[in-house]
Protein backbone atom coordinates (compact mmCIF):
# COMPACT_ATOMS: atom_id res chain seq x y z
CA UNK A 1 0.00 0.00 0.00
CA UNK A 2 1.26 3.09 -0.64
CA UNK A 3 2.18 6.11 1.91
CA UNK A 4 0.35 8.91 2.49
CA UNK A 5 2.30 12.23 1.30
CA UNK A 6 1.26 15.35 2.75
CA UNK A 7 1.54 17.99 0.00
CA UNK A 8 2.03 21.82 1.48
CA UNK A 9 0.99 24.78 -1.15
CA UNK A 10 3.43 27.46 -1.58
CA UNK A 11 3.48 30.79 -3.85
CA UNK A 12 7.08 30.44 -5.26
CA UNK A 13 9.04 29.32 -2.21
CA UNK A 14 8.45 25.27 -2.73
CA UNK A 15 11.96 24.36 -2.93
CA UNK A 16 13.44 26.97 -0.41
CA UNK A 17 10.97 25.68 2.07
CA UNK A 18 11.39 22.19 1.51
CA UNK A 19 15.52 22.63 1.67
CA UNK A 20 15.04 24.71 4.86
CA UNK A 21 13.15 21.92 6.55
CA UNK A 22 15.25 19.16 5.57
CA UNK A 23 17.79 21.06 7.47
CA UNK A 24 16.08 21.06 10.85
CA UNK A 25 16.05 17.19 10.40
CA UNK A 26 18.29 14.24 10.26
CA UNK A 27 17.82 11.38 8.17
CA UNK A 28 16.06 14.08 5.68
CA UNK A 29 16.79 15.17 2.13
CA UNK A 30 15.39 16.54 -1.18
CA UNK A 31 14.43 13.71 -3.47
CA UNK A 32 13.32 15.66 -6.70
CA UNK A 33 12.41 18.75 -8.03
CA UNK A 34 9.90 19.16 -11.16
CA UNK A 35 10.22 22.21 -12.69
CA UNK A 36 7.79 23.60 -15.58
CA UNK A 37 8.97 23.62 -19.43
CA UNK A 38 11.28 26.27 -20.36
CA UNK A 39 8.62 27.11 -22.96
CA UNK A 40 5.78 27.04 -20.28
CA UNK A 41 3.19 29.65 -21.91
CA UNK A 42 3.89 31.80 -18.67
CA UNK A 43 7.35 33.06 -18.84
CA UNK A 44 7.29 34.55 -15.45
CA UNK A 45 7.02 30.40 -14.35
CA UNK A 46 9.22 28.29 -17.33
CA UNK A 47 11.53 26.36 -15.56
CA UNK A 48 10.76 27.31 -11.72
CA UNK A 49 10.23 24.45 -9.77
CA UNK A 50 6.42 23.00 -9.44
CA UNK A 51 6.58 20.54 -6.81
CA UNK A 52 9.95 19.27 -4.66
CA UNK A 53 9.19 15.88 -3.61
CA UNK A 54 10.93 15.22 0.21
CA UNK A 55 11.81 13.42 2.96
CA UNK A 56 11.68 14.45 6.75
CA UNK A 57 13.11 12.13 8.58
CA UNK A 58 12.08 9.48 6.25
CA UNK A 59 8.40 10.46 6.27
CA UNK A 60 7.50 11.87 2.35
CA UNK A 61 6.11 15.30 1.84
CA UNK A 62 5.69 17.46 -1.36
CA UNK A 63 6.00 21.24 -1.67
CA UNK A 64 3.77 22.58 -4.55
CA UNK A 65 4.11 26.01 -5.78
CA UNK A 66 0.81 26.17 -6.71
CA UNK A 67 0.22 30.24 -6.87
CA UNK A 68 -1.23 32.49 -4.29
CA UNK A 69 -4.78 30.82 -4.24
CA UNK A 70 -4.24 29.01 -0.94
CA UNK A 71 -2.96 29.91 2.05
CA UNK A 72 -1.79 27.59 5.65
CA UNK A 73 -4.11 28.32 8.61
CA UNK A 74 -4.24 26.00 11.61
CA UNK A 75 -6.43 23.67 10.50
CA UNK A 76 -3.70 21.73 9.53
CA UNK A 77 -0.33 21.34 11.77
CA UNK A 78 2.68 19.22 11.34
CA UNK A 79 3.44 17.95 14.76
CA UNK A 80 6.89 17.06 15.90
CA UNK A 81 7.90 14.74 18.77
CA UNK A 82 11.24 16.08 20.43
CA UNK A 83 13.55 14.68 23.31
CA UNK A 84 14.43 17.55 25.69
CA UNK A 85 14.68 21.33 25.98
CA UNK A 86 17.65 22.01 23.48
CA UNK A 87 15.63 19.96 21.03
CA UNK A 88 12.77 22.38 22.21
CA UNK A 89 14.76 25.49 21.68
CA UNK A 90 16.59 24.51 18.13
CA UNK A 91 13.37 23.46 16.58
CA UNK A 92 11.50 26.03 17.72
CA UNK A 93 13.66 28.99 17.08
CA UNK A 94 14.58 28.02 13.45
CA UNK A 95 10.72 28.06 12.57
CA UNK A 96 10.08 31.50 14.71
CA UNK A 97 13.25 33.17 12.65
CA UNK A 98 12.54 35.34 9.55
CA UNK A 99 9.20 36.06 9.41
CA UNK A 100 7.55 33.28 11.92
CA UNK A 101 5.37 33.64 14.44
CA UNK A 102 5.14 32.47 18.00
CA UNK A 103 1.84 30.73 19.27
CA UNK A 104 0.54 29.00 22.23
CA UNK A 105 1.20 25.82 23.69
CA UNK A 106 3.93 24.57 21.40
CA UNK A 107 2.69 25.95 18.67
CA UNK A 108 4.78 27.78 16.33
CA UNK A 109 4.05 29.12 12.78
CA UNK A 110 6.82 29.39 10.02
CA UNK A 111 8.02 32.17 7.63
CA UNK A 112 5.54 30.87 4.88
CA UNK A 113 2.15 30.36 7.22
CA UNK A 114 2.21 26.68 7.98
CA UNK A 115 1.91 25.73 11.96
CA UNK A 116 4.69 23.21 13.52
CA UNK A 117 3.66 21.67 17.23
CA UNK A 118 7.08 20.97 18.95
CA UNK A 119 5.80 18.41 21.43
CA UNK A 120 8.52 16.98 23.92
CA UNK A 121 8.32 13.59 24.45
CA UNK A 122 7.66 14.80 28.19
CA UNK A 123 4.27 15.80 27.29
CA UNK A 124 2.66 11.74 27.83
CA UNK A 125 3.93 11.81 31.30
CA UNK A 126 2.94 15.15 32.46
CA UNK A 127 -0.74 15.56 30.60
CA UNK A 128 -1.25 11.68 30.37
CA UNK A 129 0.21 10.70 33.67
CA UNK A 130 -1.44 8.97 36.66
CA UNK A 131 -1.99 11.75 38.67
CA UNK A 132 -4.83 13.60 37.29
CA UNK A 133 -4.15 16.29 39.62
CA UNK A 134 -0.65 16.70 38.70
CA UNK A 135 -1.99 16.52 34.90
CA UNK A 136 -4.57 19.25 35.51
CA UNK A 137 -1.63 21.37 36.95
CA UNK A 138 0.90 20.64 33.83
CA UNK A 139 -2.16 21.60 31.29
CA UNK A 140 -3.04 24.73 33.66
CA UNK A 141 1.06 25.51 33.25
CA UNK A 142 1.27 24.50 29.65
CA UNK A 143 -1.65 26.67 28.25
CA UNK A 144 0.03 29.78 29.57
CA UNK A 145 3.27 28.54 27.70
CA UNK A 146 4.41 29.64 24.39
CA UNK A 147 6.89 27.94 23.75
CA UNK A 148 7.06 24.43 25.97
CA UNK A 149 9.71 24.32 29.01
CA UNK A 150 10.43 21.04 29.88
CA UNK A 151 11.14 21.61 33.13
CA UNK A 152 8.05 23.78 34.54
CA UNK A 153 5.47 21.22 32.87
CA UNK A 154 7.80 18.86 34.96
CA UNK A 155 7.35 21.06 38.29
CA UNK A 156 3.65 21.50 37.59
CA UNK A 157 2.96 17.69 37.37
CA UNK A 158 5.06 17.56 40.60
CA UNK A 159 3.03 20.60 42.67
CA UNK A 160 6.30 22.64 42.78
Same mark, same amino acid.
Not at 97 to 104: T, V, Y
Given at each position: M? /? %?? #? *?????G???A???? +?V?????? /? *? !?? !??? +?????? =???L????? *??DFEL??? #??????????F????? !???????????? !?? /??????????G??? /????????W?F?W? %?V??????????? =????A???M????G???????????? +????
Amino acid at each position: MP /R %IT #P *VLWFDGEAEAAARF +YVSLFPAS /R *V !VD !VSR +YPDDFP =DPALAGREL *VVDFELDGQ #PFQALNGGPGFTPNEA !VSLSVPVGDQPE !VD /RLWDALAADGGQEG /RCGWVRDRWGFWWQ %IVPSVMGETLGGS =DPAGAGRAMQAMMGMGRLVVAELCAA +YAGE
